[in-house]
């Protein structure tokens, strides 16, 4: 077997939620504690923290493992979805498990004989889990991948729990209200284990309050601690006056990231109490140095200046509540570049996009893609317009010939939107 072989194997022989959606969704740790249970429990090997939410908890994952990164911690990040390459989903001091590694593992799992059907996610995840023992690490940093409390990463027992904010997003599997949906995220509270809760009011608060109580699990609330005076906007980044650690400067923009920041802070601090040792200058470095450190993208990422070209994975309301702003402020008329998966419910979304920028609805190449057409036709009854795609290559090869030197340029709506259009960069 080959590399190809193996990912081939992994993407057509395993339900896959990134290309199937819902017949993909596995709720339930019994084929997770399994599987894991073959490969010798190797999630067992290494302290972890781990970092749920709807909305942030890929840029709070990322942030706190260059953190760690920073203060001499070999880190292992487990992240997803990937983007461009599958390999994105696990590494160790930002480097990807290598593609031999993959085989290898693939191979072994098919020699197993493991007979319980495991997803994608679940397969993968194990072999992540693998990876970071056999590479030793001295701290995993674990993203949650759907809700919390049956999420497959769920069998891990950290030594922080973070959950970033309660937002609607996959209402078909945690429920259509808010306190149905922080159930779910407050699945992860473990028994004595702190717990770091970056947004929540109402009765969020009390879901979360209520099931730490229960657990005996130390909880805080990053929105009730100042973390910092205040922050100016910059074209390098977010700069943050009077922070516990000094200035800082946030490499990831945006509007979403002055909440993030708060949390991480928080975590940071939360880290501290149990033991780690995390100097200023990391916490710095890690701020200013995430995207080379880890390896994140997409967000709010800027492509080029004239145009500006900005690209983000916000597909969600949670998410739209903060990019809409940042496209009301951005330069000149806007291009935006909009896809979104079939499974989604985008009213609420198209109603939060600007209604005089010139619209470009295009589809991932991914099975889930809501057709480009269809989306055009619910767009325009929104009162958006503009023309449907067959691929974003397309789509954006449009709104650049349209684009003016000083107009701005959006790709999103989907994460595989953005997946498609940054693999046709990497190919260029």
């Known amino acids: 077997m080959n590399y190809d ?77 990937h983007l461009v390459d599958f390999r994105e989903r696990m590494r160790v001091d930002g480097v990807m498990i290598s593609r031999e590694r993959v085989v290898d593992f693939v191979e072994r799992y098919k020699a197993l004989g493991f007979d319980g059907a495991p997803s994608f996610f679940e397969l993968t995840m194990v072999m992540a889990f693998e990876y970071f ?41 945690l429920g259509d209200t808010l306190p149905q949906i922080a159930i779910e995220k407050a699945g992860i509270i473990k028994p004595g284990v702190p717990v770091v809760i970056g947004e929540s009011d109402g009765d969020v608060r009390r879901v979360f309050a209520e099931k730490a109580a229960a657990e005996g ?39 979403c990231q002055l909440k993030n920041t708060s ?37 709010w990422m800027k ?52 209604r005089d920028a010139r619209y470009y609805f295009t589809q991932a190449s991914v099975q889930r893609a809501l057709p480009s057409a269809e989306l055009a036709a619910k767009a325009k009854e929104k009162g958006l317009h503009g023309e449907a795609f067959g691929d974003v290559d397309g789509a954006f090869a ?3 010939e349209d684009a003016s030197s000083g107009d701005t340029v959006f790709i999103g709506g989907s994460t595989f939107v953005v997946a498609d259009f940054l693999a046709s960069r990497d190919k260029a």
């Open 398 to 400: 449009a709104a650049m």
């Open 133 to 173: 023992a056999a590479e030793h690490v001295d701290i995993a940093v674990i993203e949650v991948g759907l809700g919390g409390r049956l999420d497959s990463t769920n069998i891990i027992s950290p030594d922080l729990c973070v959950i970033t904010n309660i937002s609607f997003d996959h209402t078909q599997f």
């Open 5 to 81: 072989e193996a990912i081939d194997y992994l993407y057509t022989r395993l339900p896959m939620f990134q290309r199937m959606g819902a017949p993909a969704y596995k709720p339930g740790l019994d084929t997770s504690l399994n599987l894991a249970r073959a490969f010798g429990n190797p999630h067992r090997h290494y302290p972890s923290i781990h970092v749920a939410g709807t909305n942030g908890k890929g840029s709070t994952a990322h942030t706190l493992a260059a953190i760690l990164q920073s203060a001499g911690y070999k880190v292992g990040l487990y992240t997803s979805p």
């Open 263 to 299: 949390t991480i802070l928080t975590a940071v601090d939360a880290l501290r109490s149990l033991g780690r040792d995390l100097p200023d200058e990391a916490v710095r470095r890690g701020f200013a140095e995430v995207c080379s450190l880890t390896g994140l993208a997409g967000r």
């Open 303 to 354: 492509i080029s200046s004239h145009p500006m070209v900005v690209c983000d994975t916000g597909h969600n309301v949670g998410g739209w509540q903060y990019i809409a702003p940042q496209l009301d402020a951005a330069p000149g008329r806007k291009h935006l570049v909009i896809g979104f998966v079939n499974d989604k419910d985008i009213d609420h979304i198209l109603n939060m996009m600007p």
């Open 217 to 255: 699990a130390p909880i805080r609330y990053a929105d009730d601690e100042k973390r910092y005076a205040s922050f100016d906007m910059t074209p390098q980044g977010i700069i943050y006056h009077d922070t516990p650690c000094g200035e800082l400067l946030g490499a990831l923009s945006g509007e």
